[in-house]
């Protein structure tokens, strides 16, 4: 009968297994993502973090005139995991001109428009556009303004969790 391995093969083996057993041990199983077993996870993860103005927002043109006279925004509100969501909030609008040199680095104020309170059911659902997962906005702008100027848009969003986010965007970029 011939030895099936002689002593340096079974030691290779031997090692090989050992290292194999040892990576297996410090890669292959991790504990899974989450809260711990019996833990509720945290809620506070799906609430708003950031709110954004998407690039759909623009100023529209009075028929008549051809003057820019309405503007069309579209706020997002996003979580931590950069998701758009829904949520109660108050939100102000707020229009500036661009105007290089001056101590408001926004620019000159040029309007604000009354303060959305979405806090109620049915008046965020009249704002919230479910295709786009963003709420939008209609507003006058009174006086009209030039499309050839730069415009800044600020949003101020006031959530229930007494947070304020904010955001801006520019208009008619240079």
Not at 86 to 103: C, M, Q
Not at 111 to 134: G, H, K, S
Not at 152 to 161: A, D, K, W
């Amino acid at each position: 009968m011939v030895p099936f391995l002689n002593h340096v093969h079974q030691m290779k083996i031997v090692a090989l297994c050992l290292i194999c057993w040892g990576a297996l041990l410090s890669f292959g199983c991790e504990a899974p993502v989450g809260p711990p077993a019996g833990e509720k996870p945290q809620c506070g993860n799906f609430m708003p973090a950031s709110v954004h103005i998407a690039g759909l927002t623009q100023l529209l043109d009075n028929p008549d005139s051809k003057q820019p006279q309405t503007l069309r925004v579209f706020v997002e509100l996003r979580d931590l995991y950069d998701s758009k969501l829904k949520a109660p909030f108050t939100l102000r609008i707020e229009l500036y001109k661009s105007v290089p040199h001056i101590p408001n680095r926004r620019g000159l104020h040029l309007q604000t428009w009354p303060d959305f309170d979405l806090t109620d059911l049915n008046t965020n659902q009249a704002y919230w556009q479910d295709y786009l997962r963003a709420y939008e906005f209609m507003l006058k702008v009174d006086p009209p303004v030039s499309r050839t100027e730069a415009l800044l848009l600020e949003v101020t969003c006031h959530t229930g969790q007494s947070q304020i986010l904010s955001n801006t965007y520019l208009l008619n970029p240079q």
